[in-house]
């Protein structure tokens, strides 16, 4: 054993430590990356796999699930039509985010236009704070004071598509209007600058330059917003009466994928035809994800700006 | 160069996503605990058991679990809900030893029941519950199939106040559902209306609308925000279930693959014992199953 150490060893030695920390890092942010797209890659296989099952093994006709209402899966001659469902979905989540975009946008509009300084200032942390509150409350307070409230001042039992669409467009109200506001604010100064020059006055600016230049990542608030709304299950179940009847108006109840999923797959068996299609509607509801990104893909690809 | 880089990491997300499918199908047994070290009667009881199934019998599992654990020191003891569906699958493929269901394993499909040993813990009498203002409190089995078939839609024509009825089910899957329609409404499908699964939910919907009428357990009818009608007659009462006048009742069962043996046999005598069943199983609502004086098996035919 020698006494010293040479230097060219104690330089080789750290040199090759500095490459290893090089190295770490930059293994450790791929496996990061790698592990979160390994995550939905499975997720992407396992759903594939078991949302097909009711149709491979069970042979449940896809046409059928698809385009029929009638939802029985425990009768004698069980029917496995999961169009009510499907409609459910897409009806709340329209009309939640036919409430929520303007009331988003219009408070996006009012922080970075109207009142920069204080508008921000108090409905900044309002807004946010409305992300904070877990979906069961919203669902709690929905069934406690809105379900009485529709019931005795517009009618219907309170249960119903209205509800839910009140309580879903609270829910995703923060996300449209963050969103918003953000791509309101990061629109450059001499947009305005250049429009006042001409002589438009706020408004026109507004609703003329600021508007048509930040469309396209205002509808990526929405398409935000409403992939949210389409996903949440436990507020809407509590409100939305979870009926198997195709809902004739506004007011009466419906259900929706998602509150039929959380209903019955703990009480169905693995590998039964109801727990099948119940995991087709999973299904279904991960290509409508997929489709939302696309779509949110497709909107900033069109940004100029 | 740029090419190799992509190509290797295309593979390395291919070898992940196979190890982590190898791994969703792998571990399904992982919890099969060490309890077989407690067959001798004299021995200290230790291991872990891993318990799951109905949510309506968590709570009383889990009270008894408790106890147990406190009796037994280096005993785990874990109760986990998720369905009767979710217990009876996870019992029978081995991934929890003691699986809880609110139905016979029979009634559920996809269940080899003929490999599960039933042991039924408790008795759960349910009965229809309406909204106190309907102002009945007692209706006949006839009436209580038309009223949740949609025939009879406002309570004035059985005698209560003028207000239209409104339906509250439970989803198609749920035990209790399929207990009310089996030995309540004699196999009518009942038509649709507000349907939710938690018991507390339902009584929340019955008590603040209007004409409501749904089912329940009779634990949840200890106050007067809900009403439990008789029905021909026979108040719901844990007498006249445990002496068979009152219909509508079932099995709270625990299920074991095979026959039980080592931790989860001393659990499951356990729940059969006195101190549980005279003690624990009263106060969570249930009715001791010890003390009934009928049977039923999962035909629904009485002995």
Redesign the interface.
Known sequence: MEKTVPASKRLMKSSKSRMNGEFTGRLLVTLCA??M???T??IT??LGTKGLQAFIKNGVNPIEFLTSANW????EKPGYGALTFIFGSFAVTLLSALVAAPLGIGGAIFMTEIAPSWGRKVLQPVIELLVGIPSVVYGFIG??VL??FV?HHIGG???GLLTGTVVLAVMILPTITTIATDAMSTLPKNLREGSYALGATRWQTIRKVLIPAALPSLLTAIVLGMARAFGEALAV??VI?????LPSSILD?A?TLTT?IT?????????????NTLWSMGLILLIMSFGFILLIRYLSSRRKL | MKNLKKFG?LM??AM??AF??AC?NGNNSASDGDNKSSDGGNKELSGSLVISGS?AMQPLVAAAAEQFMNDNPSVDVQVN??????G??QVS?GSVQIGNSDVFAEE????PADKLEDHKVAVVGMTAAINPKVGIDNISKEDLIKVFTGKITNWKELGGADQKI?LVNR?????TRATFVKFGLDGA?PA??????ANN?VK??IN??PGAIGYLAFSYLNDDKVKGLSIDGVKPTDENVQSGKFPIWAYEHSYTKGKADGLAKAFIDYMMSDKVQNDLVPNQGYIASSKMKVERDAKGNMK
Do not use: H, W
Not at chain 1, 72 to 75: D, E, F, M, R, T
Not at chain 1, 263 to 275: A, D
Not at chain 2, 171 to 175: A, E, F, Q, V
Not at chain 2, 192 to 197: A, L, N, P, S
């Open positions: 790698l592990i797209i390994a995550a890659v499975s296989i396992f029985n899966p425990l009768k069934l406690t379900v009485p019931r039992l309170g249960f179940q509590m009466g979870n009926s198997r009847d109840t259900a039929i209903l019955n797959i703990g009480n169905t068996t693995y590998g039964s035809v109801e727990n | 990491l390395m997300v992940i996503v982590a499918a969703g949510s809900a998720g369905g009767s569906g979710t009876l699958s493929e559920k499909d996809g269940i409104t989803p198609d899957s749920s035990g499908t649709e209306g507000i349907t939710e699964d939910t929340k919907i603040e609308t």
